[in-house]
């Protein structure tokens, strides 16, 4: 999947609806406090809601509600899904694409507590006449006992697999009365299903320019998580298998108790019912660092050198994607790359940046403040923040955008070493910097 757009409202100074649009590369350019750090913190907490968390004070002091709002809008989806079954089936069939035949997911967080939790909805052309509106909603049993009830022949679908009993649900009918609905996810069994939905969204890996200076420094180990993230996705499989034997021999354990306990209290054992129901944490599991070989830790050697590191995590992501092929979509969202970095260093990160968004499967975020950066970058990519009345406006598409990022921010010439002073023109043999031509490259 890849992020196709964003939708944001009443998110601090987001306080009307806002879309913004991505590519595989979108660098977001604006003054200090426009509002690029705030996209990409959005996008943290839709996706994570860890490093950055979703606080009662991220209402918009402007807002019309007491709800945050952010939409995500997805498209390159799978053609073949697994939800709530082993059975394969995909988006389309179920009716959770927008009319765009997109995958939009909502989040709305409600403001009246200090922290809070987000109740998620798939915005989707879905059925909504009776009987046939909370299909997803239903258990196994409930579904066959709905096939039942409409006197659906047994040989139309197989018992055991819910996308194949809603389908022959659905297609009973001539007319579904589809409408455009705010389908909520996160309760009853459409909840185990959005569950096995998230599993195709793309991992969100969001590095900040301003961090905490302690020993387990982001800067070093968010890379590192992500790392095992990754290594774990690509385990998947083996992963799935193990955990459901696990289960199956936990519920094996549990159901020979309770034969036990017939022979004891029958009617107590008739009432109870084995259930897993804690999905096991394998990320929080394993943990990956960089250790310096002379105990000094990485955060101790200043932000250059930890910069340096994650520079060039992404510059060996960059190698590792061209020589694999991997399904799983990664967005990296970097800030100010140009922190702490020499100017060297920075065209070379951009140059990463930009093979990993048109060479692999991933796409790239970046913001800067510095113009300089922004013109290394294709004119498609870029996104110019600013405020209009009070209000945030993204701009992009045009020729004209890039105008106004410079006549906005300005653009200074290249850094003066001590070299080019000696390459400057002299009057009575005084180097005279005044008399250069800075369109003309020294």
Not at 234 to 245: F, G, V
Not at 368 to 394: C, M, Q, W, Y
Request: charged letters at 25%.
């Amino acid at each position: 999947m890849k992020l196709k757009s964003i939708k944001i409202k009443n998110f601090r100074g987001f306080s009307d609806e806002t879309t913004i649009n991505f590519e595989n590369l979108t660098a977001f350019i604006g003054k200090n406090d426009a509002g690029k750090s705030t996209v990409l913190e959005a996008l943290e907490i839709f996706f994570n809601n860890s490093i950055v968390t979703c606080e009662r004070e991220d209402l918009s002091i402007n807002s019309d509600g007491d709800t945050i709002e952010i939409t995500c809008i997805f498209n390159n989806l799978p053609d073949i899904i697994t939800l709530d079954s082993s059975s394969p089936t995909n988006l389309a069939n179920e009716f959770l694409l927008n009319p765009q035949g997109d995958l939009e997911i909502k989040k709305c967080f409600k403001a009246t507590t200090s922290k809070p939790k987000p109740t998620t909805f798939i915005v989707c052309n879905h059925p909504s006449v009776q009987w046939y509106h909370n299909l997803l909603d239903l258990k196994n049993a409930d579904l066959k006992a709905l096939a039942r009830r409409l006197n659906l022949p047994s040989d139309i679908y197989q018992a055991n697999s819910n996308p194949s009993i809603r389908a022959a649900i659905w297609h009973s009918i001539d007319n579904l009365q589809l409408e455009l609905t705010e389908l909520q996810v996160d309760k009853e069994n459409a909840k185990k299903i959005y569950d096995s939905l998230e599993k195709y969204l793309p991992i969100y890996a969001l590095f900040q320019s301003d961090r905490p200076s302690k020993d387990d420094d982001k800067e070093v180990t968010d890379p590192m998580k992500l790392a095992v993230q990754q290594a774990l996705l690509e385990l998947n499989a083996e992963l799935e298998r193990i955990k459901e034997e696990v289960k199956q021999k936990a519920i094996s354990t549990a159901e020979r108790t309770l034969e036990k306990l017939k022979e004891m209290d029958s009617e107590l054992a008739s009432s109870l019912i084995p259930e897993f129901k804690t999905e096991p944490k394998f990320d929080s599991l394993f943990k990956l660092s960089i250790n310096s070989d002379d105990n000094i830790p990485i955060n101790k050697r200043g932000s250059g050198v930890r910069r340096l590191i994650l520079l060039n995590f992404f510059r060996a992501e960059v190698e590792r994607k061209l020589s694999e092929s991997s399904s799983q979509s990664v967005i990296y969202a970097f800030e100010e790359p140009e922190t702490s970095q020499h100017p060297k260093h920075q065209e070379i990160l951009m140059q990463a940046f930009m093979d990993l968004a048109y060479n692999t499967n991933s796409q790239v975020i970046l913001t800067t403040h510095t113009p300089a950066l922004g013109s290394l970058l294709p004119l498609e990519s870029l996104r110019f923040i600013t405020k209009d009345n009070g209000n945030r406006v993204v701009k992009c598409g045009e020729e004209s955008v890039f105008k106004e990022i410079v006549d906005t921010l300005g653009i200074l010439p290249d850094p003066i070493t001590v070299f080019d002073i000696f390459k400057f023109p002299k009057v009575d043999g005084i180097a005279c910097p005044e008399l250069v031509d800075y369109n003309v490259r020294i």
